[in-house]
C-alpha cells in the first residue's frame, strides 16, 4: 500500500498505521469531549514520541528515511468508537492494522483485550495542557507590563 501526501485515514483508538522505515503510528486514545487525540509512535524498540494533539494540529517526525507528518483533521464522537480523521500529509504508508494492543498483538489474538477506561488519562492531561497555556499567558502579560 503506498499513500501520497493529502490523503485521509479515519481511525480509532488502538489502530495503527505503519509507514516506510518500520514506523509506527498508535491511536492511543480519542477524546471528543476534550477535542484531542493521543498518537504515539514506535518502531520496533518501542515508543519513539507521543502527542496529545487537537483539530489542525500536526504530529511529525523526520528522525529517520523521508519521515512523516500527520495532520489531524476532526475528530468524532462515535456510538460504540471514536474517530480521529488523520491527513497523510507526508511519509509512505505501507500496511494498516486495526486493534493493537501495547503487547505488539492484534487485538483478535488469543490474549484478552486491555480492561479499563483511559479517560482519567486523558482529564489529567487536558488539565495539564490547560495549566500550562494558563502559565504561558500569565508569564506573557508580566513581562509584556515591564
Same mark, same amino acid.
Given at each position: 500500500?503506498?499513500?501520497?501526501?493529502?490523503?485521509?485515514?479515519?481511525?480509532?483508538?488502538?489502530?495503527?498505521?505503519?509507514?516506510?522505515?518500520?514506523?509506527?503510528?498508535?491511536?492511543?486514545?480519542?477524546?471528543?469531549?476534550?477535542?484531542?487525540?493521543?498518537?504515539?509512535?514506535?518502531?520496533?524498540?518501542?515508543?519513539?514520541? *507521543?502527542?496529545?494533539? =487537537?483539530?489542525?494540529? /500536526?504530529? #511529525?517526525?523526520?528522525?529517520? $528515511?523521508?519521515?512523516?507528518? @500527520?495532520?489531524? &483533521?476532526?475528530?468524532?464522537?462515535?456510538?460504540?468508537?471514536?474517530?480521529?480523521?488523520?491527513?497523510?500529509?507526508?511519509?509512505?504508508?505501507?500496511?494498516?492494522?486495526?486493534?493493537?494492543?501495547?503487547?505488539?498483538?492484534?487485538?483478535? *489474538?488469543?490474549?484478552? =483485550?486491555?480492561?479499563? /477506561?483511559? #479517560?482519567?488519562?486523558?482529564? $489529567?492531561?487536558?488539565?495539564? @495542557?490547560?495549566? &500550562?497555556?494558563?502559565?504561558?499567558?500569565?508569564?506573557?502579560?508580566?513581562?509584556?507590563?515591564?
Amino acid at each position: 500500500m503506498h499513500t501520497a501526501g493529502g490523503a485521509e485515514v479515519f481511525m480509532s483508538t488502538r489502530e495503527t498505521i505503519t509507514f516506510a522505515d518500520n514506523l509506527t503510528v498508535v491511536v492511543m486514545d480519542v477524546e471528543p469531549g476534550a477535542g484531542v487525540v493521543w498518537l504515539e509512535l514506535r518502531d520496533e524498540h518501542g515508543p519513539l514520541r *507521543s502527542s496529545v494533539l =487537537a483539530t489542525g494540529e /500536526s504530529f #511529525s517526525y523526520d528522525a529517520r $528515511g523521508e519521515g512523516l507528518k @500527520l495532520t489531524v &483533521l476532526r475528530i468524532y464522537a462515535g456510538g460504540e468508537r471514536d474517530l480521529v480523521d488523520l491527513e497523510v500529509v507526508s511519509g509512505e504508508v505501507v500496511g494498516r492494522s486495526h486493534g493493537f494492543n501495547l503487547y505488539g498483538h492484534n487485538q483478535d *489474538s488469543d490474549r484478552p =483485550a486491555q480492561d479499563g /477506561s483511559s #479517560s482519567l488519562l486523558n482529564a $489529567g492531561l487536558a488539565a495539564l @495542557l490547560v495549566l &500550562l497555556l494558563a502559565a504561558i499567558a500569565y508569564l506573557g502579560t508580566r513581562s509584556a507590563g515591564r
